[in-house]
């Protein structure tokens, strides 16, 4: 079989075209990150963020989204894009980005620990408070650190008012003592938690991830999605059949949608046919791929195990 002859599919899944049925499902269900439209703008100013340099004031960048709108995957591709690099002779070891949660995080000491803990910082509870403040100001300059992502920050609303004013205080103090800029994520409460600090709106702007609907950029996204799964026939996803499916039974949930369609693509790896269609996205709403969910195989072959109903 050459890999070559799927055009319809991206490099990485040509090659796993080639694999096993087992193997080929399990790829298919795995993580993937795919940049689109919605998020393009964030990368542009994150990039301005990271790579800005002698700036007089930080900067910063409220990203909020439903839950499952691809937040924690947009930190992950950042943390990816720019790496902890060690020491060589030309260059000393830096972080320039550095990502901590506000999950059940209450004020600036747990900020100053969290962001000591994400750098690599031993024995941080014997630190005093004023010694932490310090000490994470240290490192940040030491480690030519440009941004630091705080996630989950809609979790300040469940604090008091004093909690919620010191938490705020030490991310001001991380900005203008370390110089360092600032992306927030959280839900769609997280830009009503940073504008509620009159010090921290004229430095932060604000994107919103948009609940998905059927139209070009959905099309545009399931093209691309599509061209990820190793599927020798193309399925078309971008029809707007199917993006109405897709976005009403996900009601716009990134997701959930990436979780039908890759479900759907496993099932019908699984199963010997050679592309979704909307019989396997209606399945993979209440089916799991066998080999994702660790079950043991039939030992017919693909084809010949193919449930009544669905063409192989």
């Known amino acids: 079989m050459n890999a070559k002859a799927y055009p319809h599919l991206n490099d ?17 269900c795995r993580d993937r990150f795919i940049v689109h439209e919605q998020i393009s703008a964030i990368f542009k100013i994150v990039r301005m963020l990271v790579c800005s340099e002698g700036r007089v004031r930080a900067r910063g960048l409220i990203v909020s989204g439903v839950g499952g ?23 000393e070891a830096s972080q320039r980005v550095v990502r901590i949660t506000m999950t059940n995080a209450r004020e600036a000491s747990k900020i100053f620990s969290r962001t000591l803990r994400a750098m690599g910082c031993p024995n941080i509870a014997s630190y005093s408070h004023d010694e932490r403040e310090e000490l ?11 941004l630091l992502i705080i996630d989950e920050i809609q979790d300040l609303l469940k604090r008091s008012d004093a909690q919620r004013e010191n938490a705020f205080e030490g991310i001001k103090f991380l900005m203008n003592e370390a110089s360092v800029n600032v992306l927030a994520l959280g839900t769609d409460r997280a830009e009503m938690t940073m504008m509620r600090e009159e010090h921290l709106v004229t430095r932060f702007r604000s994107l919103k991830l948009a609940k998905w609907r059927v139209g070009p950029l959905l099309a545009n996204f399931l093209d691309e999605l599509e061209s990820s799964l190793p599927l020798p ?9 199917t993006q109405r499916l897709l976005v009403k039974e996900s009601k716009g949930r990134l997701d959930l949608i990436v979780e039908r369609v890759v479900f759907a693509a496993a099932l ?3 199963n010997g046919v050679d592309r979704v269609d909307m019989g396997y996205l209606e399945r993979s709403a209440t089916e799991i791929p066998e080999y994702f969910a660790g079950r043991v195989p039939d030992k017919k072959s693909p084809r010949e195990a193919a449930p009544q109903g669905i063409a192989a």
């Open 136 to 146: 994470v100001v240290e490192l940040l300059k030491a480690a030519n650190t440009r």
């Open 268 to 270: 019908a790896i699984e």
């Open 12 to 28: 990485l899944a040509q090659a796993a075209i080639l694999l096993p049925v087992p193997e080929r499902s399990k790829w298919t």
């Open 69 to 91: 709108s691809g937040k924690t995957m947009i930190a992950n591709a950042i943390l990816r894009e720019y790496p902890e690099l060690g020491s060589t002779d030309e260059e």
């Open 233 to 241: 026939e193309r399925s078309r996803l971008s029809l707007p059949a």
